[in-house]
């Protein structure tokens, strides 16, 4: 074919159109500006604090959508267009170098993020992500009711639970070291307490659990366990003092069992995202024989009681 003026005219109008149906007009059309079911009006305070987001840069490293390849954070459900409605403009952001944050309302209780605002070395020592202390206490409320939104109602549920579970985790608190200890552990279901720590207390697996405790734990626990980490201040109740844990019956499995799922309402994180069940037995070795002084690695499995049927009670 020759390329006269007329063609090449038409050609490129045509070419322009159809790109124009397919990436404007079609998602336009279909997708429409129907609300997802999970999306609310966002309150005064949280709009303050998506302000602050915008302008501090936070989606420089954080996205907000989750595809169906992922695995981390919010991976249980997949972003929909009607999730963004109320965006303007929108967030969703390209880079990670941080965690995708679609999901994060309610993953972590307030008093986790002041710390972390405050220093994010303080409850994830290896973090990149630069303080925000600078912004002042009045906005960082804000931009942590943002960040505990994100999610909308999912975030409220998830958000409405942390808040049941601070209530008893503080009283179980108050209420002294062995009653706190008898609270933390009554959650723990009967096969894990009476699990031994199957991984040995060898010079290299204490050396490994060091490194895990570094890593992920020294910021809140404290370098000797006794929960005086430089995000002690921010946090209440107050990241757990092992050394209560002596002569309390704490097996290997208690430990693995908290460190796995976290504690909700406290800011003890869950780690099963992060570590893989060796690492988890070995931080739980490491903690058991530096900081509370007794370990039952290697014992045979006491195994549990012929009677026992799994509450139907989670958390
Ligand atoms: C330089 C990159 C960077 C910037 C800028 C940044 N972050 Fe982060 N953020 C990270 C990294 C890396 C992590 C993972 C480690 C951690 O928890 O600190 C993270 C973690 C987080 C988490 C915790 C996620 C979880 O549940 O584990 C929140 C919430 C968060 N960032 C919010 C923000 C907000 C709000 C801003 C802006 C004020 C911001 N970030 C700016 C890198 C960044
Ligand atoms: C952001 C702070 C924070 C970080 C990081 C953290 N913890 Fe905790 N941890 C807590 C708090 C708070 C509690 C609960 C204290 C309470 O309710 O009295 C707790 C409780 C625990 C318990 C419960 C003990 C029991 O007998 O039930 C274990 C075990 C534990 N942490 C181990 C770890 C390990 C291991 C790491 C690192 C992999 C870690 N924690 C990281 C704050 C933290």
Known sequence: MKMTTPIVVCGSTLLFTSV??????LPWATLGERPSAIVRPRTALEE???????NNGCAFCHTQFVRSIDWGLGAERVAQAGDYVADQPNLVGTERTGPDLSQEGGEHPDDWHRAHFANPRFTRPESVMPSWEFLGPVRLRALTAYVQSLG???ADDRDGRQQTWKRRAQAAFDAG???????LHSMVPEPWRWLPN?????PAGLERGHRIYESFCIGCHGPVGDGMGPAQPYLQPPPLNFTILRGRGVSGGILYYQIMNGITGTAMPY???ELESEKIWDVGNYV????IGQSDAGA???GIEASYEPSAEGR
């Open 20 to 25: 124009l149906v397919v990436a404007v007009i």
């Open 198 to 202: 199957p991984y040995p207390t060898s």
């Open 300 to 302: 045979a499995p006491r």
């Open 152 to 154: 909308f109602r999912l």
């Open 271 to 273: 780690f099963k995202r």
């Open 288 to 291: 058991a024989v530096t900081f």
């Open 177 to 183: 070291p062995e009653a706190n200890v008898a609270w």
């Open 48 to 54: 303050e604090g998506r302000a602050l987001y915008v």
